[in-house]
C-alpha cells in the first residue's frame, strides 16, 4: 500500500518509504481523539502551507489533496479557485475585424490573379472578374 498524497514518482525515489507500514492500534486512537479534539475547539485546528486554519468539519475526502499534485503536509490550495486572468474592460474600443498585422500592398506568388487574396486560386475566386487582374495591376 502507497503512502496517501504522493506522487508515485516520490515514492519511486525514495527507498525509505518502500515498506509503508499501517498506524498501530494506538497511533491511530491517538489520531482519533486529536481529530475529535479539533472538532469540540479544545485544540486548535491545524494550518495549511499559507498559514490558513483548516477546518476541522471538513470531510478527509475534500482536505486530502490528490497524489499527483505532491503537496508536502496539510493543504486546502486544491480546492481554492486560481486567481483569474485580468480582461480589458467592456469599455475599451478596438478596431473589429481589423488585422493588426501589416496586409500586403503588393501581389504574392501563388495568389488569386484576379483579387490577390491568398486564400483561393482565380478560378475559386468569389468576386466579380476584374479588367486587370491584381497579379497585373499589383493593387488589389
Do not use: F
Amino acid at each position: 500500500m502507497a503512502a496517501p498524497g504522493l506522487p508515485v514518482s516520490t515514492l519511486i525515489r525514495t527507498k525509505e518509504n518502500a515498506e509503508v507500514k499501517k498506524p498501530s492500534r494506538d497511533q491511530y486512537r491517538l489520531a482519533k481523539e486529536l481529530e475529535e479534539a479539533r472538532k469540540a475547539g479544545t485544540v486548535p485546528a491545524e494550518q495549511d502551507e499559507e498559514g490558513h486554519d483548516i477546518n476541522p468539519h471538513i470531510p478527509h475526502y475534500i482536505a486530502a489533496a490528490p497524489w499527483y499534485i505532491g503537496t508536502q503536509g496539510p493543504t486546502l490550495k486544491h480546492q481554492r479557485q486560481p486567481d483569474q486572468k485580468v480582461y480589458a474592460p467592456i469599455t475599451d474600443w478596438y478596431k473589429k475585424g481589423v488585422q493588426t498585422t501589416a496586409a500586403a500592398t503588393k501581389y504574392r506568388k501563388g495568389a488569386c490573379e484576379n483579387c490577390g487574396a491568398m486564400t483561393h486560386k482565380k478560378k475559386d475566386c468569389l468576386e466579380r472578374p476584374r479588367k486587370i487582374g491584381a497579379k497585373y495591376s499589383g493593387v488589389y
